[in-house]
């Protein structure tokens, strides 16, 4: 959509929206003073935007180095009364539990709106982890919306809850549910005018042991507070059709449940929970009171499935529950509506009269393997490494720990330089690992720019001080590629567009004490043979 619909002050007025466009506007009309993320597919957009529009809505927004730092920013200024929010992928929250946890028990004095997109299948991601989990861990409220309308509106209501209970909140979003598009009805938009906060020593904000379990204390109240307001809440929908059949769903995953029962003409009950934690028990046990058999039909893990079996177990009831955990459903990977036509065909045993049900198609598409784009100087950088190892005519196997970005597609032949990968940084962490476990085998690992900034500093001074023995190859593109483009600190601007110290990955490595430390242009392909071949050589 254009920019100046996404700012328009109009109330009532209809655009249609990518799910992440409306969560950029849904901030706005709440009145955002700030924001940080690290890009991160399938949330990226809602940075590519707020750097587009941020100086115009007069918001502090930045590309922080890592989501650790993110949410740092973003809770501290919520501490200072401003309206704050920080949006990432799901495999983010594991590099930023660690004071997220902590931003729970602390609380805020204005409103913190954390955003966290999930990649069921793992379309842009190493694993399919489910954030629903941290929220439960955390005791932090969480939200599932299902369309680019409940994003905008679920974000009203999330900053409304953080304001009055003093937590962080967190909505959950999915990949087909961040870019599914739909028509959002706006709010009234008014420009931000608060770009600075107080913060206040009126409350302790240090979660030393004393003070954490009083934190701890005040946090389970409010939570249990929240179980009511869960049970009542307007994100919750109920269809009663007067059926004996129902079916609990949330998020993306009720799409697919509402396209099947309309489309079929199914009659069936249906519990849509938007307010997914606390899980509103009250309201699930007047669900189940009223159906023979449930199922759940939910994205990635069983957890409101869990739920629900144990609200069946705490009141003895006689309610059937099917979903993940007795085969009705997959365990893994996103759903659609296929899938849950034929879960629900198990349940209802209607008749299948889809057109495609037992059609092949017999066009035969050709294979499209992912890989690095032309003219990408990632390719020489992989070439030439590989012309450096096949010189060696070594006898063992090389080793080539590869880290998160575009150049993991070095995996792909004939560069076949990827054969060990975790996470963000852990190129330099394996490799480490690798020189202490093996004898005579080369080890070269390859970490971007953004990733070595996120990620990679740390086991690097891990390496030297450990006296490891590697070639760790920087691609340095000066970009965060893969996600779509963005700044990163290696670049002379910042992510409201104006000019910041660009630092310098070169003087990082050095100052850490490494001593080999060559700077190539990939693209010339023989000096860089020549280097990687008096890198293998080097003791260190």
């Keep these: 959509m254009k920019i100046k619909e996404l700012l328009s002050p109009e109330k009532d007025k209809e655009y249609f929206m990518l799910g992440n466009e409306a969560a950029v506007r849904g901030v706005l009309e709440c009145g ?28 502090y927004f930045e590309f922080s180095s ?4 993110a949410v740092e920013v973003a809770a501290a200024a919520a501490s200072t009364g401003l309206r704050t929010f920080s949006f990432m992928k799901h495999v983010g929250v594991n590099v930023a539990s660690d004071s997220l946890m902590s931003s729970a028990y602390i609380g805020v004095e ?3 709106l954390l955003l966290i997109a999930d990649d069921p299948s793992t379309f842009s991601s190493q694993n399919e982890q489910d954030t629903r989990h941290f929220a439960r861990q955390a005791n932090i409220p969480l939200f599932e919306p299902s369309n680019p309308q409940e994003i905008k509106d679920f974000i009203h209501y999330a900053y409304d809850i953080s304001d009055e209970y003093d937590l962080p909140v967190i909505i959950r979003t999915t990949t087909r549910v961040s870019h599914m598009r739909g028509v959002v009805k706006t709010d009234e938009y008014t420009k931000n005018t608060i770009n600075a906060g107080e913060f206040k020593n009126e409350r302790l904000h240090v979660p030393v042991p004393e003070a954490a379990r009083v934190m701890h204390k005040n946090l389970v109240d409010k ?28 998020g993306g995953a009720y799409n697919y449940v509402i396209d099947v029962v309309n489309q079929n003409n199914l009659n069936v009950n249906i519990l849509k929970i938007g307010f997914s934690h606390p899980y509103p028990e009250k309201l699930v046990k007047q669900f189940l009171e009223n159906n023979r058999e449930v ?38 990977f996103e759903y659609n509506p296929n899938i849950v036509f034929d ?47 096949n010189s060696l005519n070594l006898d063992v196997e090389s080793i080539h720990p590869s880290d998160i970005g575009c150049y993991t597609l070095g995996i ?30 080369p080890i070269i690992s390859f970490i971007g720019d953004s990733t070595f900034f996120h990620a990679g500093i740390p086991p690097l001074i891990n390496a030297l001080h450990n006296k490891n023995k590697f070639t760790l190859v920087i691609l340095d593109n000066r970009i965060t590629a893969m996600t779509g483009g963005q700044t990163n600190p290696g ?3 910042d992510g409201m567009g104006l000019e910041a110290p660009a630092i310098s990955i070169e003087k990082i490595v050095r100052a850490i004490g490494v001593e080999f430390v060559e700077e190539i242009n990939p693209l010339n392909v023989n000096k860089m043979i020549e280097v990687y071949k008096e890198a293998l050589k080097y003791d260190g």
């Design 110 to 112: 204005g409103s913190f």
């Design 343 to 389: 879960a629900l065909r198990k349940l209802l045993n209607f008749e299948d009269n889809r057109p495609e049900a037992n059609e092949k198609s017999s066009i035969q598409l050709p294979s499209r393997p992912a890989t690095l784009c032309a003219g990408c100087p990632h390719r020489a950088a992989y070439y030439s490494a590989r012309q450096a190892i």
């Design 223 to 250: 939570i249990n507070i929240l179980r009511e307001v869960s049970n009542g809440s307007p994100l919750n929908k109920m269809i009663d059709n007067g059926a004996d059949i129902g079916i609990i769903t949330s």
């Design 295 to 332: 199922l759940v039909v939910e994205e990635v893990d069983p957890i409101n499935e869990m739920e629900t079996l144990a609200i069946v177990g705490k009141y003895n009831m006689d309610t059937k529950v099917h979903g993940k955990r007795d085969g009705t459903l997959s365990e893994i």
């Design 412 to 441: 792909a032949p004939p560069y076949n330089m990827a054969n060990y990968l975790m996470s963000m940084g852990a190129s330099v962490g394996t490799s480490c690992g690798f020189s202490k476990s093996t004898e005579n085998q």
């Design 32 to 59: 955002l003073s700030l924001a940080a993320t690290y890009p991160g597919t399938p949330s990226s957009e809602i940075g590519d935007i707020l750097y587009k529009i941020a100086k115009n809505a007069n918001v």
């Design 66 to 69: 890592n989501e650790k730092v």
């Design 491 to 493: 670049i002379p601007f």
